[in-house]
């Protein structure tokens, strides 16, 4: 099925790991981004991407990295985990300026 | 800077009744506007988007949405709601100089039967 697609869909690090949640949309959008949401904040960018080979920051880019080597793939790393960074995440994407988002079915992610 | 304010956490409404989710804006330029729904366990999907033109704008499941660019507000509407569209629901704003969506903190809808 067409979409974005996002794995894993559940996880669970000790602080001060690291791992990559993995972003994959075959629709061929050149923009993708990543959110958080947390209760009663909404979604909060992370970072996004306007096509491979560029990336940007979004509103709360600290701890987490990101690489657009591929249109389709835009993983997102999780450098050393810490407790703030449990939350659900989504991956997004769009093709054109107009158009709204398509997003995945989400990573809730949980640091002990 | 760009924001979105949905001053309302909850709204309640018996099913049948007109429903009404409430959501300001602020950009510097000229606002591309958005509500998502989400239901519990799931990713948010696309309702609606405002990008120019009509003021009235008509998505999904019967919603739409009304743009007063005096009053920077984009409320959605329903004329009859039902108990289905119980959801979390999110509007969304990008200025047209920038790249990304910012989202409001997100509005709980219970459609009592």
């Known amino acids: 099925n067409a979409g974005v697609t996002q794995t894993p869909k559940f996880q669970v690090l000790k602080t001060g790991q690291s791992m990559t949640l993995q972003c994959a949309q075959d629709?061929?959008?050149?923009?993708m981004s990543w959110y958080r949401q947390d209760p009663g904040m909404g979604l909060r960018l992370i970072h996004y991407s306007v096509g491979a080979g560029i990336t940007d920051q979004g509103e709360v880019p600290n701890g987490y990295n990101v690489s657009r080597s591929t249109t389709e793939d835009f993983p997102l790393r999780l450098l050393s985990a810490a407790p703030s960074q449990t939350s659900v995440y989504f991956c997004?994407?769009?093709?054109?300026?107009?158009?709204?988002?398509?997003f995945g079915s989400g990573t809730r992610l949980t640091v002990v | 800077a760009q924001s979105v304010a949905q001053p309302e956490d909850q709204v309640n409404v018996a099913e049948g009744n007109p429903l009404t989710v409430k959501c300001t804006y602020s950009v510097s330029g000229n606002p591309y506007l958005f509500w998502y729904v989400q239901y519990p366990n799931r990713g948010l999907q696309f309702l609606l988007k405002?990008?120019?033109?009509?003021?009235l704008v008509k998505g999904s499941y019967g919603f739409e949405a009304e743009f007063n660019k005096s009053q920077t507000s984009f409320h959605l509407k329903k004329p009859s709601a039902l108990v289905s569209d119980s959801a979390l629901y999110f509007c969304?704003?990008?200025?047209?100089?920038?790249?990304?969506?910012?989202f409001g903190s997100g509005t709980r809808l219970q459609v009592q039967p």
């Open positions: 629709m061929n959008h050149e923009y």
């Open positions: 969304a704003v990008r200025d047209t100089g920038r790249r990304a969506l910012t």
């Open positions: 405002y990008i120019t033109g009509d003021n």
């Open positions: 997004a994407s769009r093709a054109r300026q107009g158009d709204g988002y398509t």
